[in-house]
C-alpha cells in the first residue's frame, strides 16, 4: 500500500510540505485527482489523493473548512494544494480544521505542475495495483456460487459483508428491500436503526431525494450520511445497480460503520452490482414469463375458449386455482381512459404493475385469497368465495372496501370496484366477466356512481341497456320524471335528488333528512310536493318501479 508518508518521501518531489493533519499520514492513497469545482464531491471516492491550485477555493472559513470535512467524510487520504499561484498561502483556519480531522493538508512546491505530480504519485500505485486486485478476484468466485444457490440476494449480502466487514442492504429501484446482511461489529445493528421489512422502504424520503436523478450515470458509489434517533451520523456508500442499457434495477447501501472502505473494496462493490443486477433481470424476466403465462389463461377464461371443461379445469388448477371453488370476478378500474388523460401505454403498464400489487397486497393482510392480470386500464380479479351467500357477500365487500381505500391513495378518484356474483364453477366465470363489462360500459357514460358496485343490484339496469334502445330510454325517463325535471329546472329546486334518496333509504323520511341536511318537516314537505307534481300517491308498487327505474337510466346513462 502507498500512504500519504510515503508520497511525502518521494524524492522526485522536493521541498513538500505537510502544514497540518500529521495525525493522518497513514492514510492510504488508491488514486489521483485534481478539485475544480467545490460541488463535485459526489464524484470522489475514498482513498483519493486531491491535487489542487486553489483557484476554485471559496473565500470564508465556514466553505473552507467544510470543504475539508466532506473531503474527510468520503475519505479522501489527503489534500495537497499548490501555492503562489492563486493562493498566496493556506488559510489559517484551514490548517487549524485539518489538525483537528488529522486530515493530512500539503503545500506542493509551485515549481511542480499537478499533472507531473499526479503521473509520479501513480507509478507508485501502478507497482502495487496487481497485489491489491487479488482481492477483488476472489470476491468474483465467491459471488459466483451464491448466484447459483436459493435465495441467491442473499447470500450476495452475506458474501459482500464477510468481504467488506460492513453491513450492506440490497434494495429495488423503489428503494424497497430486497435482501441484507449484517455483521457482529456493528456498533449499530441494523434491527435497532431500520425496520427491516422485505419490499418496504427502509430509508426516510429525504435520504432517499437526496441522491441524484443521474446516479445511474455515475457508475461509481456516492456518499450520504443517514440520523439515528439519538444523532448519531451513519456513513452510507450508495451504489447504483445499473449495466449497459443504463437501466437501474436498484441500489446497494453499505453502512460503513466497522471499517473504511480501501480501493479494493469499491472495485469489488461493482462486481457485487453487476451479480446484483444479473440476479434482477432474471427475477424480471422470469415474473414476466409468469404475466403473460397468466394473462394468456385469463384471456381464454374469460372468453370460454377451453374446449372441454377438463381442460378449463385442468389449466386452472396448473394456476393455483380450485376448480372446487366458487370464485367471485371483481372488476377494478384503477386509471382513467387513455383518451382522457393522454396515459401512455408504458405508464399504463406501469400503473397496472402497481395495482395488482395493491390488490394482492389488500388481500393478504385480509388473509384472502386473489388472483388477476391488470387490463388496459382494469385489473380483473379472481377472488376465491365461501359457499354460503351471506358470507360470501360480507366478505366481498369487505375486500373491496379496504381495495378501494388502498387505490384510492394512488390512484384517479374516479377508481370503481364492480363485484360480481359467485360462479359455482370456473366456467361460469366468462358470463360473470360479461356482466361486468357491461356495467363498466354503463359507467363509462356515466358522471355519478358509487365506488363499489355489486352486480346483482344492478340486473335491471343491465337489462335495459342491453335490450331497450337509448331513444326510448329517453322517452321513458321524460314520460316517468319529466314533470319533476320541469320544476327543479324552473324553481332550481333539488326534488329529483330527494325522490333519489327516498328510494336509496326504502321510504324512511328521518333517514332521507339526515342525507341530504334537511329538516324532517322540509323533507315531508318536499315529497308532498314531490307527489302533487307527479299526481300519484306513491300506493302502486310498479309505479315506484318505474320512477325508481328512471332515476337509474337518468344517472347511469346521463340522460
Known amino acids: 500500500?502507498?500512504?500519504?508518508?510515503?508520497?511525502?518521501?518521494?524524492?522526485?518531489?522536493?521541498?513538500?510540505?505537510?502544514?497540518?493533519?500529521?495525525?493522518?499520514?497513514?492514510?492510504?492513497?488508491?488514486?489521483?485527482?485534481?478539485?475544480?469545482?467545490?460541488?463535485?464531491?459526489?464524484?470522489?471516492?475514498?482513498?483519493?489523493?486531491?491535487?489542487?491550485?486553489?483557484?476554485?477555493?471559496?473565500?470564508?472559513?465556514?466553505?473552507?473548512?467544510?470543504?475539508?470535512?466532506?473531503?474527510?467524510?468520503?475519505?479522501?487520504?489527503?489534500?495537497?494544494?499548490?501555492?503562489?499561484?492563486?493562493?498566496?498561502?493556506?488559510?489559517?483556519?484551514?490548517?487549524?480544521?485539518?489538525?483537528?480531522?488529522?486530515?493530512?493538508?500539503?503545500?506542493?512546491?509551485?515549481?511542480?505542475?499537478?499533472?507531473?505530480?499526479?503521473?509520479?504519485?501513480?507509478?507508485?500505485?501502478?507497482?502495487?495495483?496487481?497485489?491489491?486486485?487479488?482481492?477483488?478476484?476472489?470476491?468474483?468466485?465467491?459471488?459466483?456460487?451464491?448466484?447459483?444457490?436459493?435465495?441467491?440476494?442473499?447470500?450476495?449480502?452475506?458474501?459482500?459483508?464477510?468481504?467488506?466487514?460492513?453491513?450492506?442492504?440490497?434494495?429495488?429501484?423503489?428503494?424497497?428491500l430486497l435482501a441484507w446482511e449484517d455483521c457482529p461489529q456493528n456498533p449499530y445493528p441494523l434491527r435497532e436503526s431500520l425496520t427491516l421489512k422485505r419490499k418496504a422502504a427502509v430509508l426516510p424520503q429525504e435520504f432517499i431525494e437526496s441522491i441524484p436523478d443521474t446516479l445511474d450515470r455515475f457508475r461509481k458509489p456516492i456518499t450520504r450520511r443517514y440520523s439515528l434517533e439519538n444523532n448519531n451520523q451513519i456513513i452510507c456508500r450508495v451504489v447504483p445497480v445499473s449495466v449497459y442499457d443504463s437501466s437501474t434495477y436498484g441500489y446497494i447501501v453499505v453502512w460503513e460503520t466497522v471499517r473504511t472502505l480501501d480501493a479494493a473494496d469499491y472495485i469489488a462493490l461493482e462486481q457485487v452490482a453487476v451479480s446484483v443486477a444479473i440476479e434482477r433481470i432474471r427475477a424480471r424476466e422470469n415474473e414476466e414469463a409468469k404475466v403473460r403465462s397468466r394473462r394468456e389463461f385469463f384471456d381464454d377464461l374469460l372468453s370460454g375458449n377451453f374446449e372441454s371443461l377438463s381442460a378449463a379445469r385442468a389449466m386452472a388448477e396448473l394456476h393455483g386455482l380450485r376448480s372446487d371453488t366458487p370464485y367471485r370476478c371483481l372488476l377494478v378500474r384503477y386509471a382513467r381512459d387513455s383518451a382522457e388523460e393522454r396515459i401512455t401505454q408504458q405508464k399504463l403498464g406501469q400503473e397496472g404493475d402497481r395495482c395488482m400489487e395493491i390488490c394482492l397486497h389488500t388481500a393478504k393482510e385480509l388473509c384472502l385469497s386473489v388472483m388477476g392480470v391488470p387490463y388496459s386500464a382494469y385489473a380483473v380479479l379472481l377472488l376465491a368465495s365461501p359457499a354460503g351467500e351471506r358470507e360470501s357477500e360480507t366478505q366481498a365487500r369487505r375486500y373491496a372496501e379496504a381495495l378501494y381505500d388502498a387505490l384510492a391513495a394512488q390512484f384517479s378518484p374516479k377508481s370503481f370496484i364492480i363485484v360480481g356474483v359467485p360462479a359455482d364453477d370456473i366456467t361460469r366465470i366468462p358470463e360473470t366477466y360479461r356482466d361486468l363489462h357491461s356495467i363498466a360500459k354503463i359507467l363509462r357514460g356515466s358522471t355519478t356512481y358509487p365506488p363499489i358496485i355489486f352486480a346483482e343490484d344492478y340486473t335491471v339496469v343491465m337489462l335495459l341497456e342491453k335490450y331497450v334502445d337509448r331513444k326510448s330510454l329517453a322517452e321513458f325517463v321524460r314520460k316517468t320524471l319529466g314533470a319533476l325535471e320541469d320544476y327543479d329546472r324552473e324553481n332550481h329546486s333539488r326534488l329529483l335528488m330527494t325522490l333519489d334518496v327516498y328510494f336509496s333509504k326504502s321510504g324512511n323520511i328521518t333517514e332521507v333528512a339526515k342525507q341530504i341536511y334537511i329538516h324532517r318537516n322540509t323533507c315531508i314537505y318536499r315529497m308532498e310536493k314531490i307527489k302533487s307534481i307527479l299526481q300519484d300517491d306513491f300506493s302502486n308498487p310498479m309505479k315506484l318501479l318505474n320512477y325508481q327505474a328512471a332515476l337509474w337510466v337518468m344517472k347511469f346513462l346521463n340522460l
Not at 473552507?64 to 493556506?90: F, H, P
Not at 509551485?110 to 501502478?126: E, M
Open 1 to 176: 500500500m502507498f500512504t500519504v508518508a510515503d508520497f511525502l518521501k518521494l524524492s522526485e518531489i522536493q521541498d513538500i510540505r505537510l502544514l497540518a493533519g500529521a495525525g493522518g499520514v497513514g492514510r492510504i492513497i488508491s488514486r489521483t485527482s485534481f478539485i475544480d469545482n467545490p460541488d463535485t464531491f459526489d464524484w470522489m471516492t475514498p482513498g483519493e489523493f486531491v491535487l489542487s491550485t486553489g483557484y476554485l477555493f471559496p473565500e470564508g472559513e465556514d466553505q473552507q473548512r467544510r470543504i475539508l470535512q466532506q473531503m474527510v467524510e468520503i475519505g479522501c487520504s489527503g489534500l495537497a494544494v499548490k501555492t503562489n499561484r492563486y493562493l498566496r498561502e493556506i488559510p489559517l483556519c484551514m490548517i487549524e480544521e485539518a489538525d483537528a480531522l488529522d486530515f493530512p493538508l500539503l503545500e506542493l512546491p509551485y515549481g511542480h505542475s499537478l499533472a507531473s505530480v499526479a503521473d509520479i504519485t501513480n507509478r507508485h500505485l501502478y507497482q502495487i495495483y496487481d497485489e491489491k486486485m487479488a482481492r477483488p478476484m476472489a470476491i468474483q468466485r465467491q459471488l459466483n456460487i451464491a448466484s447459483i444457490r436459493p435465495d441467491s440476494l442473499h447470500e450476495i449480502a452475506r458474501v459482500s459483508v464477510a468481504y467488506m466487514g460492513n453491513p450492506v442492504l440490497i434494495l429495488d429501484s423503489s428503494w424497497r
